[in-house]
């Protein structure tokens, strides 16, 4: 069974300090990994997919990598508008059905 | 100009009844999801639609039922409604089924059942 685990589950920085949030998976035949962010009471938006192991996507200040068991993505001088639930989902290479992590919720403090 | 709207936003009703939520984008695209987000904040797929057509159907049970009447709208209609049932559902789109990936979602309805 296809399984995405997000850690930390909470974390909480003050704003300009960089850390990572993790995202790792066991989806047969990946075929796409991609990270949401989500506001209170709002849906998911879209930020990034990557599809092979080595491949970095950069908006902002957040920057996703893969490799093959897993994702992480970076956030470097965090500030307080980047304070949201960050989902991670994958896709099966045969299958077009997503699973999403439990997200990892991000506290950026002024 | 929202791209994918939902309604109602909130919705609270009793065990037993049947509701709907109605879900439009005005993007173009040609897929339309349905998902499931519970208490804990785990997003699950219900259903997928392309061009009208069903493509996913995630074990959900058959109380659930979708109607896509046109390639812009993705209703979902729920029979004899139960405790369990209460959660935040979204309706999202892609442009195809190839980009699934990348979604936009609707701002959700929360559904409470008393």
């Known amino acids: 069974e296809d399984q995405v685990t997000q850690s930390p589950e909470a974390l909480r920085l003050q704003e300009g300090e960089s850390s990572s949030l993790n995202c790792s998976y066991t989806?047969?035949?990946?075929?796409?990994l991609f990270w949401y962010r989500q506001d209170p009471g709002k849906g998911p938006e879209f930020l990034f997919t990557?599809?092979?192991a080595g491949e970095e996507k950069e908006k902002e200040r957040l920057k996703a990598t893969l490799t093959k068991k897993e994702s992480f993505l970076h956030i470097t001088a965090p500030k307080p508008e980047d304070s949201a639930t960050y989902l991670c989902?994958?896709?099966?290479?045969?299958?077009?059905?997503?699973?999403f992590g439990r997200g990892t919720s991000l506290i950026v403090h002024p | 100009d929202t791209a994918v709207s939902q309604t109602p936003k909130y919705l609270v009703t009793q065990m037993g009844n049947d509701k709907s939520i109605k879900c439009e984008q005005n993007?173009?695209?040609?897929?339309m999801y349905w998902y499931k987000q519970d208490s804990k904040k785990f997003l699950k797929i219900m259903f997928s639609?392309?061009?009208?057509?069903?493509?996913i159907n995630e074990t959900v049970p058959n109380r659930f039922s979708p109607k896509s009447p046109d390639k812009a709208h993705l209703n979902l209609h729920i029979n004899s409604l139960e405790l369990g049932d209460s959660a935040v559902y979204f309706c999202?789109?892609?442009?195809?089924?190839?980009?699934?990936?990348?979604?936009?979602f609707g701002p959700g309805t929360r559904l409470t059942v008393t």
């Open positions: 999202a789109s892609s442009q195809d089924q190839q980009r699934m990936d990348e979604q936009y």
């Open positions: 989806v047969s035949g990946l075929r796409g």
């Open positions: 993007l173009g695209h040609d897929t």
């Open positions: 990557l599809y092979s």
């Open positions: 639609y392309n061009n009208k057509e069903l493509i």
């Open positions: 989902a994958g896709t099966s290479g045969g299958s077009y059905i997503p699973t």
